[in-house]
């Protein structure tokens, strides 16, 4: 459950950082939300130094619904959502990550 957890901290960081080198501030990107497996964790901002902490948002199960329209989401990182050109690129993504 560990390892889970930091696996899931990783992959938002990651996420975070590659928004912030494409130009969003971490004003933009706080109070997303992430879901991994049953985890629903959220971007909060600390008004103090202007960082991003991720928090755990307590709740037993996470249902996500896909829309119909968003099932063709072929060229977008399956790992962290990044959008590529390329369904191969998007692949490669995350791949060779730890
Ligand atoms: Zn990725």
Same mark, same amino acid.
């Given at each position: 459950?560990?390892?889970?957890?930091? +696996?899931? @901290?990783?992959?938002? @960081?990651?996420?975070?950082?590659?928004?912030i080198v494409s130009g969003e501030s971490t004003a933009t990107l706080a109070n997303?939300?992430?879901?991994?497996?049953?985890?629903?964790?959220?971007?909060?901002?600390?008004?103090?130094?202007?960082?991003?902490?991720?928090?755990?948002?307590?709740? +037993? +199960?996470v249902v996500v619904f896909r829309k119909p329209e968003e099932r063709d989401e +072929?060229?977008?990182?399956?790992?962290?959502?990044?959008?590529?050109?390329?369904?191969?690129?998007?692949?490669?993504?995350?791949?060779?990550?730890?």
């Amino acid at each position: 459950m560990t390892t889970k957890k930091l +696996e899931s @901290e990783q992959l938002i @960081e990651r996420w975070v950082v590659r928004r912030i080198v494409s130009g969003e501030s971490t004003a933009t990107l706080a109070n997303t939300a992430f879901v991994y497996g049953n985890d629903l964790m959220r971007l909060v901002l600390d008004r103090t130094d202007g960082s991003l902490q991720i928090t755990r948002e307590p709740v +037993e +199960e996470v249902v996500v619904f896909r829309k119909p329209e968003e099932r063709d989401e +072929e060229n977008v990182c399956r790992c962290c959502g990044m959008e590529h050109s390329t369904f191969k690129s998007a692949l490669e993504c995350c791949a060779y990550l730890d």
